[in-house]
């Protein structure tokens, strides 16, 4: 699987667009730059909504996948975000 070490885990599970987004930012603030967030999600929206996220906020995603019916993602907080 992955070998990426997250800072902190987000779970927004059950939770429909736009709340994943909007609790991983406030999260997000909460983080050094550099640090990781790993974020699950069951809302099928966050497949999309999570990197364009990340991409507007000067974040890096890490990668995504799926287990079980839930999504996971992990972002590393850029240095300007």
Known sequence: MSDIIETKVLDVTGLLCPMPVVKASKEMRSLEAGDVLKIL??????????????????????TQNEEDGVFVFFIRKGAEA
Not at 46 to 61: H, K, M, R, S, Y
């Open 41 to 62: 999600a069951t809302d099928r929206g966050a497949v999309a909504d999570f990197p364009a996220w990340a991409e507007d906020t000067g974040n890096e995603l890490l």
